[in-house]
């Protein structure tokens, strides 16, 4: 068993892993085989939604950044265990630009 977020913060195959870097995976394999990018799963368990779910999460960004102002309001905190955990939550004000 493979747990991908260990995979993808390993400083191994990724430089400083822990930065904010969306682009960290520019020009790497990116198939379903690839042994360093799996947050889809991999292989014949590859997920069906992947598309599906990379277009909605892109339509999200796009209203939500053009569109909206937000604040973190409360909580905020994280663990990493490895996947990505807020204890308190993580309250945050939405206003209409
Ligand atoms: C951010 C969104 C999503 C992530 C990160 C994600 C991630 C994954 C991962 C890692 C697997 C492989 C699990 C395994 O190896 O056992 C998987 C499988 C699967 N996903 Fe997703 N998924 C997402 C969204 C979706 C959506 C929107 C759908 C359906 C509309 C979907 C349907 C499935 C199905 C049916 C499988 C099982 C595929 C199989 O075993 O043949 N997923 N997903």
Same mark, same amino acid.
């Given at each position: 068993m493979v747990a991908p977020a260990v995979v993808h913060l390993n400083p191994e195959k990724y @430089?400083?892993?822990?930065?904010?870097?969306?682009?960290?995976? @520019? /020009?790497?394999?990116?198939?379903? /085989?690839s042994k360093t990018f799996m947050a889809w799963g991999? /292989?014949?368990?590859?997920?069906?939604g992947a598309e599906f779910a990379k277009l909605q999460i892109a339509i999200f960004l796009h209203h939500f950044v053009s569109k909206y102002r937000w604040s973190v309001t409360k909580g905020g905190d994280f663990i990493r265990r490895p996947s990505l955990i807020f204890p308190n939550g993580l309250h945050i004000d939405i206003e209409e630009k």
């Open positions: @430089e400083n892993p822990l930065n904010f870097n969306p682009w960290r995976w @520019e /020009g790497q394999d990116l198939h379903s /085989g991999s /292989g014949t368990r590859l997920c069906v």
